[in-house]
């Protein structure tokens, strides 16, 4: 007759006649005692308990980190730095905004710090000379057929496939627009 598990009440098969824990419950048992010997042998560390700032939930923070820690997993780190970034934005956003609009480096000018110079040849073979493609499309929707967008990125697929960056696909004009020469 064969023997029941004293963990799980399952039948003890393939093991010996006085075997008390069946296979799966024997691994079980050995973390149980291994755990319960290293907790026994531990020595207290000088971590405090907090209190997670997003869940509540009691956690043990090292000395070193007790300025900065203030949650208990990395989920909860993520629930908090997206609420402080939505209480700033409010405040901060206009502000910010109107910076970035305002500077000759990163708003919508001929200087934005990734400005380069092109040269390119309309349908009609009128050549235009700018720095910064995007404004250009920007301000000259009229001679184009399609939206601003669609001519960046036709007239910036041109361009790779000129310079060699697309290997296959490539295309050497965007509806009659044609890339004569760019400066990086």
Same mark, same amino acid.
């Given at each position: 007759m064969a023997s029941k598990c004293v963990m799980? &009440?399952?039948?003890?098969? @393939?093991? +010996?006649s006085d075997s008390i824990y069946c296979l799966g419950c024997v691994s079980k048992r050995k973390n149980e005692r291994q755990r319960a010997r290293y907790a026994k042998n531990r020595k207290p560390t000088k971590n $405090? %308990?907090?209190?997670c700032v997003v869940c509540g939930k009691q956690f043990a923070c090292p000395p070193s980190r007790? &300025?900065?820690m203030k949650t208990c997993s990395p989920v909860c780190e993520s629930k908090n730095r997206s609420s402080i970034s939505k209480a700033q934005s409010p405040a901060v956003e206009p502000k910010?905004? %109107? @910076?970035? %609009?305002a500077s000759p480096r990163t708003g919508r000018f001929e200087t934005h710090a990734n400005a380069k110079g092109? /040269?390119? &040849? $309309?349908? /009609? @073979?009128v050549?235009? &000379?700018? +720095?910064?493609?995007r404004l250009w499309v920007d301000t000259h929707a009229d001679l184009y057929n399609g939206t601003p967008d669609q001519a960046y990125v036709g007239l910036l697929r041109v361009k790779g496939t000129l310079s060699g960056a697309v290997k296959r696909n490539g295309t050497r004009h965007w509806r009659g627009w044609k890339v004569l020469g760019w400066e990086e």
């Open positions: 799980c &009440e399952t039948d003890i098969v @393939g093991r +010996r $405090s %308990a907090r209190a007790q &300025e900065k910010r905004l %109107a @910076g970035l %609009a092109w /040269k390119i &040849e $309309s349908p /009609k @073979g050549v235009y &000379e700018f +720095r910064n493609l």
